[in-house]
């Protein structure tokens, strides 16, 4: 059986995953349902998406293990999908209100994906009183990020109302040999040959990089006579950010439970653009000074807001234009997002300077961050050390690099459709880890900026109140950057 063996990065995502902490990110995709549709929206999406699945080939993917698990495990052919799991409908209790669906995602989400098959669920809930459809889609991180994510969108959404015709899926030649009884088999001696074989290159790898990683440091601490430092610049940022490695104790810096919190809403992609021009600042600064906005709020409130400012941790893409493959290409910075400022604009100009050291530092080191990396026996060894640590309550007494997660996730500006119901709204749902008991995620879509707050249920249970908080706090920025 051919296996695609998984790069360290995308197996790291397996490795962090405990009952507490499932490693999926997911979505929720609001449906304006077509008119003159006759009978369940479920059964007309399933026809549609079971003519479109085979584009989207990681779906029909499952895991096998290395040897004994002393190797990265690799993807190899489902072929028995059962669609009955992976494709499933449920409807909201009448009076079906946003707070009833957010309860239910909250269910759903807190669920970890089955290993022995594809890793990957939607969910097609009906009884909105609004009349609108919505799918959950969940897809684990070890097959997916953000971009990934886009080309999956690509497969599911048309740009008319009117489906494109999609070629159907090729002709498969019959196995040569029939596939493994047991769902986690594999050859012995492949299996030996692959795990030498990966960890040969992987040292081949790193002794083929380390000249250009000197480089990269050579470049950013020495510089050179006549040119203005270089060095100064990045060490000037490296020191700004070293307290940022001791982030203030705040609520979300817990270890967490096995149930989640979801709140969704929404505020003017127009605005927080106006916003930017305003001030100078970057979309991303703009997000990122809302979310700080309501996180003073509600902390404020719960007379539990830290004297220094919280730190949020921000992914950051490492994915080349063009590139669709289905794997993850991230790394990541800290910033400092001025919650201890209670002027808007101030507190917006603050998170600018935080995050244009922080770019420059990630910047720096780009090139010297590891994407892959292979040792004897990660799979048992890392899974171990996050049981050990979730169990011990360690996230509870151990200072934390930061507070709270925020990604910002470009999204299409023009309306989608999808089996011929109109999209009137993305959501992305994700990740909660111990230690950062709160992640806020933004992805845009045609003039709007929709946020999801994914938390763990007990330090965060009116997550709501915080989302509520998230719209309040951009009509303020508006007013005192724009208006001002």
């Known amino acids: 059986m051919d296996q695609q063996q998984l790069s360290g990065i995308d197996a790291s995502f397996l490795y962090l995953e405990t009952p507490e902490t499932p490693m999926h990110v997911a979505g929720l995709t609001y449906f304006q349902l077509p008119e003159g549709l006759e009978g369940s929206f479920y059964r007309h999406f399933r026809r549609f998406f079971e003519s479109r699945l085979h584009t989207i080939p990681i779906f029909s993917k499952r895991l096998a293990p290395s040897l004994y698990d002393l190797d990265h495990p690799g993807w190899v052919d489902a072929h028995d999908l059962d669609l009955d799991y992976h494709l499933r409908e449920t409807a909201l209790p009448a009076p079906g209100t946003e707070a009833q669906l957010e309860e239910v995602i909250g269910r759903l989400h807190a669920n970890t994906l089955d290993r022995s098959r594809p890793l990957w669920q939607f969910y097609v809930i009906t009884g909105l009183e609004n009349g609108q459809g919505v799918l959950y889609s969940k897809v684990h991180h070890a097959a997916i990020d953000g971009g990934a994510g886009m080309a999956i969108n690509k497969a599911l959404y048309d740009v008319t109302a009117e489906p494109r015709e999609v070629a159907p899926p090729p002709t498969k030649a019959a196995p040569s040999k029939p596939a493994p009884s047991s769902p986690t088999a594999v050859d012995p001696v492949k299996g030996i040959a692959d795990i030498m074989g990966n960890m040969m290159r992987q040292q081949l790898k790193m002794w083929e990089t380390a000249p250009a990683i000197m480089n990269a440091m050579t470049d950013a601490f020495l510089a050179k006579p006549g040119e203005t430092p270089k060095a100064l610049g990045t060490l000037q940022s490296l020191l700004t950010q070293l307290p940022t490695l001791d982030a203030p104790r705040t609520p979300f810096n817990t270890t967490i439970t096995r149930e989640r919190s979801y709140a969704a809403r929404t505020i003017s992609l127009g605005d927080a653009k106006a916003i930017a021009k305003a001030s100078g600042a970057k979309l991303n600064d703009v997000v990122m000074a809302v979310c700080s906005g309501a996180l003073r709020r509600y902390l404020q409130e719960k007379d539990q807001l830290p004297l220094k400012p919280l730190i949020a941790g921000v992914p950051i893409s490492l994915r080349e234009p063009g590139d669709t493959r289905q794997n993850n290409q991230v790394s990541g910075m800290l910033c400092q997002i001025a919650t201890d400022i209670a002027d808007p604009a101030e507190r ?85 880890a111990h230690g950062a008991a709160l992640n806020i995620t933004v992805q845009s879509y045609m003039d709007a900026l929709n946020f999801g707050l994914t938390a763990d249920r007990r330090a965060v249970p009116d997550v709501g109140r915080l989302g509520d908080y998230l719209v309040e706090a951009a009509d303020e920025l508006k007013k005192a950057v724009v208006a001002g």
């Open 348 to 432: 917006l100009a603050a998170i600018v300077r935080s995050s244009s050291q922080a770019k420059q530092l990630a910047g720096t080191f780009r090139d010297a961050v590891p994407q892959d990396f292979a040792f004897v026996g990660a799979p048992i060894l890392l899974q171990l050390v996050m049981l050990v640590y979730g169990r011990s309550g360690l996230a509870d007494r151990l200072p934390m690099p930061m507070n709270v997660s925020i990604s910002n996730v470009p999204g299409p500006p023009m309306p989608l459709y999808c089996a011929g119901a109109k999209v009137t709204a993305l959501y992305p749902v994700s990740i909660a």
